[in-house]
């Protein structure tokens, strides 16, 4: 695998939670989150819910998981964190959009082709969270 395309260090992923990073592609950025899950396979979703695309679900210090499952804070939708898969909420029976890695070495890797690995961490565009919107906590 390119150097270039490594992410982090497997042992690094949390199994209780995300690690948040942006990839590239051209000009366009997009934040994608790993999990690690029980079997240590890693998985890697794009950063946002499927029913309001601008609100994320890792805002920069790993999203919540709840009974193993990823959690939208702002309207209590669980997604499981094998396949996506959205089995409660508002944007019940949609998916999060996965992205492709793979570990090799002990070193995850972004093996989407379309994509560049550009660091971990988030876009810094906040802009796009919705402010307006009261969330699940009553926020």
């Known amino acids: 695998m390119d150097d270039a395309r490594r992410i982090i260090a497997a042992d690094e992923v949390p199994s209780d939670g995300t690690v948040l990073f942006t990839a590239r592609n051209g000009s366009e950025t997009t934040e994608v989150i790993l999990t690690k899950l029980a079997d240590d396979e890693i998985v890697a979703f794009e950063n946002f819910c499927p029913h309001w695309t ?3 679900l890792d805002k920069g210090s790993g ?4 009974n193993g499952e990823l959690v939208c804070e702002k309207h209590g ?3 499981q964190r094998d396949t996506g898969y959205c089995d409660f909420g508002p944007c019940e029976g949609s998916v999060l959009s996965t992205f492709d890695v793979a570990v090799q070495d ?3 890797f972004l093996t989407e082709e379309e994509f560049t690995f550009e660091h971990l ?3 810094g565009d906040h802009d796009r969270s919705s402010g307006g919107r009261i969330d699940f ?3």
Do not use: K, L, P
């Open 54 to 56: 601008d609100i994320r």
């Open 63 to 66: 999203a919540y998981v709840r």
């Open 77 to 79: 939708a669980t997604f």
């Open 106 to 108: 002990g070193d995850v």
């Open 121 to 123: 961490g988030g876009t």
């Open 137 to 139: 906590t009553g926020n």
